[in-house]
């Protein structure tokens, strides 16, 4: 078994990379990854970007929006030659007790 956690999306090649991963497990294992989906930690996220934007700061490309809804996930393990994909979604969210844990989080 093969696990990255939160980290596949900061690769600039996801599809090599998920596929030098894969070629590690043997036949009958099983690669996992988990990241975020395309409404994580919204509403404050829009307001964070929004306001960042609005500052005129340049954000990095959203790469990772690419994996970030099912049919993104099971595309990359296809790309990746993986069989037998199975994509669940689980909404694993934040309390946060005020505003300024958002920027603990963050």
Do not use: H
């Amino acid at each position: 078994m093969a696990t990255c956690g939160f980290g596949i999306f900061f690769v600039e090649d996801m599809d090599r990379q998920l596929a030098r991963i894969a070629a590690l497990v043997r036949d009958g294992g099983t690669v996992a990854i988990c990241n975020f989906q395309e409404s994580y930690f919204n509403p404050l996220r829009e307001l964070m970007i929004g306001r960042l934007i609005d500052y005129g700061v340049q954000l990095p490309p959203q790469t990772w929006k690419r994996i970030a809804t099912e049919t993104g996930c099971r595309e990359l393990y296809e790309r990746a030659g993986l069989t037998e994909i199975r994509v669940e979604q689980k909404n694993m969210g934040f309390y946060l007790a005020d505003a300024s844990e958002w920027w603990d989080l963050i």
